[in-house]
Nanobody, 120 residues
Framework: QVQLVESGGGLVQAGGSLRLSCAAS????????MGWFRQAPGKEREFVAA????????YYSDSVKGRFTISSDNAENTVSLQMNSLKPEDTAIYYC?????????????WGQGTQVTVSS
Protein backbone atom coordinates (compact mmCIF):
# COMPACT_ATOMS: atom_id res chain seq x y z
CA GLN A 1 0.00 0.00 0.00
CA VAL A 2 1.08 3.55 -0.79
CA GLN A 3 -0.54 6.54 0.85
CA LEU A 4 -0.49 9.92 -0.90
CA VAL A 5 -1.30 13.33 0.56
CA GLU A 6 -1.40 16.47 -1.58
CA SER A 7 -0.94 20.04 -0.42
CA GLY A 8 -0.39 23.48 -1.86
CA GLY A 9 -3.59 24.20 -3.73
CA GLY A 10 -5.38 27.52 -3.52
CA LEU A 11 -6.65 30.57 -5.34
CA VAL A 12 -4.37 32.53 -7.66
CA GLN A 13 -4.81 35.14 -10.36
CA ALA A 14 -4.14 34.34 -13.98
CA GLY A 15 -0.42 34.57 -14.72
CA GLY A 16 0.48 33.60 -11.18
CA SER A 17 2.20 30.53 -9.77
CA LEU A 18 1.44 27.72 -7.35
CA ARG A 19 3.47 24.77 -6.14
CA LEU A 20 1.75 21.49 -5.32
CA SER A 21 3.39 18.85 -3.19
CA CYS A 22 2.59 15.19 -2.67
CA ALA A 23 3.94 13.23 0.29
CA ALA A 24 4.12 9.47 -0.21
CA SER A 25 4.31 6.90 2.56
CA UNK A 26 4.03 3.16 2.92
CA UNK A 27 5.57 0.80 0.34
CA UNK A 28 7.12 3.61 -1.69
CA UNK A 29 10.05 1.42 -2.74
CA UNK A 30 7.67 -0.29 -5.17
CA UNK A 31 6.83 2.96 -6.97
CA UNK A 32 7.57 3.04 -10.71
CA UNK A 33 6.08 6.38 -11.69
CA MET A 34 4.48 9.30 -9.89
CA GLY A 35 2.01 11.49 -11.68
CA TRP A 36 -0.31 14.46 -11.42
CA PHE A 37 -3.78 14.44 -12.88
CA ARG A 38 -6.58 16.99 -12.75
CA GLN A 39 -10.33 17.08 -13.08
CA ALA A 40 -12.29 20.21 -13.85
CA PRO A 41 -16.04 20.48 -13.14
CA GLY A 42 -18.03 18.57 -15.73
CA LYS A 43 -14.92 17.13 -17.37
CA GLU A 44 -13.09 13.86 -17.26
CA ARG A 45 -9.89 13.46 -15.31
CA GLU A 46 -6.86 14.21 -17.46
CA PHE A 47 -3.14 13.56 -17.28
CA VAL A 48 -0.95 16.55 -16.39
CA ALA A 49 2.59 15.33 -15.72
CA ALA A 50 4.58 12.32 -14.54
CA UNK A 51 8.06 11.42 -13.41
CA UNK A 52 9.81 8.08 -13.23
CA UNK A 53 10.65 7.41 -9.62
CA UNK A 54 14.22 6.20 -10.21
CA UNK A 55 15.34 7.79 -13.45
CA UNK A 56 13.67 11.21 -13.16
CA UNK A 57 12.35 11.01 -16.71
CA UNK A 58 9.50 13.47 -17.05
CA TYR A 59 6.35 13.54 -19.15
CA TYR A 60 3.92 16.43 -19.72
CA SER A 61 0.62 16.99 -21.41
CA ASP A 62 0.73 19.47 -24.27
CA SER A 63 -1.52 21.86 -22.36
CA VAL A 64 1.01 22.38 -19.56
CA LYS A 65 4.34 21.82 -21.30
CA GLY A 66 6.63 24.78 -20.78
CA ARG A 67 4.56 26.11 -17.86
CA PHE A 68 4.55 23.26 -15.33
CA THR A 69 7.54 21.38 -13.92
CA ILE A 70 7.35 18.07 -12.07
CA SER A 71 10.14 17.04 -9.71
CA SER A 72 10.76 14.43 -7.07
CA ASP A 73 12.80 14.01 -3.92
CA ASN A 74 13.26 10.30 -3.41
CA ALA A 75 14.92 10.75 -0.03
CA GLU A 76 11.88 12.63 1.25
CA ASN A 77 9.37 10.57 -0.77
CA THR A 78 7.80 13.67 -2.22
CA VAL A 79 6.82 14.80 -5.70
CA SER A 80 6.08 18.40 -6.57
CA LEU A 81 4.40 20.26 -9.39
CA GLN A 82 5.55 23.83 -9.98
CA MET A 83 2.85 25.62 -11.94
CA ASN A 84 3.72 28.93 -13.60
CA SER A 85 1.80 31.21 -15.96
CA LEU A 86 -1.45 29.78 -14.69
CA LYS A 87 -4.58 30.18 -16.78
CA PRO A 88 -8.26 30.04 -15.78
CA GLU A 89 -8.52 26.75 -17.70
CA ASP A 90 -6.03 25.23 -15.25
CA THR A 91 -8.74 25.41 -12.58
CA ALA A 92 -9.39 21.88 -11.34
CA ILE A 93 -8.90 19.44 -8.53
CA TYR A 94 -5.34 18.13 -8.82
CA TYR A 95 -4.58 14.56 -7.83
CA CYS A 96 -1.28 12.90 -7.08
CA UNK A 97 -1.03 9.29 -8.19
CA UNK A 98 1.45 6.43 -7.96
CA UNK A 99 2.03 3.54 -10.32
CA UNK A 100 3.63 0.51 -8.71
CA UNK A 101 3.16 -2.18 -11.35
CA UNK A 102 5.72 -1.91 -14.11
CA UNK A 103 3.70 -4.34 -16.23
CA UNK A 104 0.74 -1.99 -16.65
CA UNK A 105 0.33 1.76 -17.29
CA UNK A 106 -2.36 2.03 -14.63
CA UNK A 107 -1.92 4.30 -11.63
CA UNK A 108 -3.12 2.27 -8.70
CA UNK A 109 -2.82 4.69 -5.77
CA TRP A 110 -4.40 8.14 -5.56
CA GLY A 111 -4.42 11.06 -3.16
CA GLN A 112 -7.56 12.86 -2.07
CA GLY A 113 -6.92 15.86 -4.33
CA THR A 114 -6.26 19.56 -3.83
CA GLN A 115 -8.25 22.40 -5.37
CA VAL A 116 -6.54 24.89 -7.68
CA THR A 117 -8.57 27.89 -8.75
CA VAL A 118 -7.24 30.44 -11.23
CA SER A 119 -9.19 33.68 -11.49
CA SER A 120 -9.22 35.78 -14.64
Amino acid sequence: QVQLVESGGGLVQAGGSLRLSCAASGRTFSTVTMGWFRQAPGKEREFVAAISWRGSITYYSDSVKGRFTISSDNAENTVSLQMNSLKPEDTAIYYCAARTNIATPTYNYWGQGTQVTVSS
